[in-house]
């Protein structure tokens, strides 16, 4: 059974950093993906960035690029988002997802069907 969870959130002033942490088990060796999406009051959940277990794909999506990273540490079963230079508009809950069998990473919702319950990002401007 897969599960995943998400730590790291927290209250932090615009161009600060923050690292999200997500903990996944019940996943194959190598062919899974890990993605991080995120809610703001009001609007949809967006993909933010994506990691397949093998780490040869990734994504972020463009409002984030050259600010946010993700990466794993395997041994741990861990995804982190390093998440720097952030602004108010990063502000919401941040939710890990994982899907398996995959190696494949996208920005839909839909592809994952394991979630965590989020934890929310509040950055101060």
């Known amino acids: 059974e897969v599960h995943v969870v998400e730590s790291g959130g927290d209250l932090v002033q615009a161009g600060g950093s923050l690292r999200l942490s997500c903990v996944a088990s019940g996943l194959p060796a190598n062919d899974y993906a890990i993605g991080w999406f995120r809610q703001a009051p009001g609007k949809e959940r967006e993909g933010v960035s994506c990691?397949?277990?093998?780490?040869?794909?990734?994504y972020y999506t463009d409002s984030v690029k050259g600010r946010f990273t993700i990466s794993s540490e395997k041994a741990k079963n861990t995804v982190y988002l390093q998440m720097n230079s952030l602004k108010s508009e990063d502000t919401g809950v941040y939710y890990c997802a994982a899907d398996q069998p995959t190696n494949f990473c996208s920005r839909y919702r839909e592809q994952f069907g394991f979630w965590g319950q989020g934890t929310q990002v509040t950055v101060s401007s």
């Open positions: 990691i397949t277990g093998r780490g040869d794909i990734t």
